[in-house]
């Protein structure tokens, strides 16, 4: 149920509340698709660096390592600079060819499950800092046969055949990714299992659901000022509650954020109001607005609904004339019925967020399990409704969802269940033509 604050109206929290915690600047500097590999190539330049150095204070050569001549070396490490450039190249127009099959044959808001893999990060970085290796070995290499003043980094060059073996294996690995990662059970797992972590971390299945909750009026002189976020635009992707609530705290006021987290916001739009019986200045707002975190695209770091429309999405496509896939569809509605079953058994997460003395702070729009329930039955249902298996599998899924939800998620279950029986009996129909 979405609450909207209103002069005098109280309001009243039920449920759990949701335990989203703040990613670090750790956390937020790994993100990106390019930090892994930057950070494996400047490892690689350190060690090009320093190993030479190493060579120049050993003594004597140790067993096992590179014994050839300055020529030997310089080739040896050519050779490995240009297959390892080559390759790269090779693992970049293979990672793109898989993002645009993927674009086009599941949805493109799964591409960047794709981008976020750890195993074609570390592919890249390898074959990448092979190849930087190899150059800033081949710099310290000095002198020929013939000179007196020859330098041969031995243990240098012996670590660039093992980053070329290193490069190998990660390479057969990233194969097997690859091939997997494209397989649509292996898709619908992935984005399932990524929404049962967003799950886990939202809702406290533990908490009380019949514990009073706190309650909030808007008393007779309280002033509404707009909470706008100047110069900036986007989608919502994450609301920092205990920041928030620390800051409505300090200011003695109460937030209503009257935006859902994956709403797009224009630039000057507001995304809530804020309650207080003195004026804000600017630099109030400014502070109370930095809680909310806005993107170019939605993520599901704290969206639950940006996953289930990605399962959605994939359904929707495998539904087209074009691909004509239902049993991919039904895949998908079993991923969803996981979900739902999880979401059904579970109180709802407050709209209601207090301070440590108990004073309402926040008033937000968390998704409720109505909403969730229509995201992922509602659009398969209206473009699987000429399927057989579709509204079946749909049927299913609302039986078994009905017997083990809680009692106030029961009438969401038979809106829906009224829409499916009404695609299941044409479907029926036109299966006895």
Not at 8 to 21: F, K, R, V, Y
Not at 34 to 43: D, H, Q, T
Not at 54 to 73: E, I, T, Y
Not at 292 to 309: C, H, M, N, W
Request: aromatic fraction near 6%; charge should be neutral.
């Amino acid at each position: 149920m979405a609450l909207v604050a209103k002069d005098m109206q109280s309001t009243q929290a039920s449920g759990a509340l949701p335990d989203i915690s703040r990613m670090n600047w750790w956390g937020r500097l790994w993100q990106p698709f390019w930090a892994l590999p930057v950070a494996i190539v400047l490892g690689s330049i350190a060690l090009g660096v320093a190993l030479p150095e190493v060579d120049r204070g050993a003594s004597r050569s140790l067993p096992g390592l590179f014994n050839g001549g300055p020529s030997g070396a310089r080739d040896l490490l050519g050779s490995i600079a240009g297959a390892m450039i080559s390759v790269t190249g090779l693992v970049f127009s293979i990672t793109i060819v898989v993002l645009q099959l993927a674009s086009s044959q599941f949805t493109p808001r799964i591409l960047q499950g794709f981008l976020a893999n750890r195993t074609t990060q570390t592919t890249l970085g390898v074959f990448s800092a092979s190849f930087v290796y190899a150059l800033t070995v081949l710099r310290a290499v000095r002198g020929d046969g013939a000179d007196v003043d020859v330098f041969v980094p031995q243990l240098a060059v012996t670590v660039a055949y093992l980053l070329v073996l290193a490069a190998v294996g990660v390479f057969f690995a990233f194969i097997n990714h690859i091939t997997s990662s494209i397989q649509i059970s292996n898709v619908i797992s992935r984005i399932g299992d990524d929404a049962r972590q967003r799950i886990e971390r939202t809702y406290n299945a533990s908490s009380d659901p019949d514990e009073p909750s706190p309650t909030w009026t808007a008393d007779h002189g309280t002033k509404k000022t707009p909470l706008r976020l100047p110069e900036r635009h986007g989608v919502i992707i994450r609301v920092d509650f205990r920041q928030l609530c620390r800051t409505a705290q300090d200011l003695q006021v109460v937030v209503s954020l009257q935006e859902p987290i994956g709403a797009f916001v224009a630039a000057g739009q507001p995304v809530g109001v804020v309650w207080t019986t003195r004026d804000l200045t600017e630099e109030d707002l400014k502070r109370i607005g930095k809680a909310v975190g806005l993107g170019p695209k939605r993520t599901t770091e704290q969206d639950l609904a940006f996953s289930i429309r990605q399962l959605v999405d994939i359904a929707e496509r495998a539904l087209s004339p074009g691909i004509n896939d239902p049993t991919t569809a039904t895949q998908i509605i079993d991923e969803l019925h996981g979900l739902l079953r999880d979401l059904a058994v579970r109180p709802a997460i407050s709209p209601v967020v207090a301070d440590g003395q108990g004073r309402v702070r926040i008033l937000h729009q968390p998704p409720t399990f109505a909403g969730l329930l229509n995201l992922a039955t509602e659009e398969i249902t209206h473009y699987g409704k000429d399927s057989l298996q579709v509204p079946r599998a749909l049927s299913r899924m609302l039986d078994d969802l009905d017997r083990v939800a809680r009692p106030g998620y029961r009438d969401a279950i038979e809106q829906v269940r009224q829409l499916v029986s009404a695609a299941c009996q044409a479907g029926v129909a036109r299966s006895a033509r």
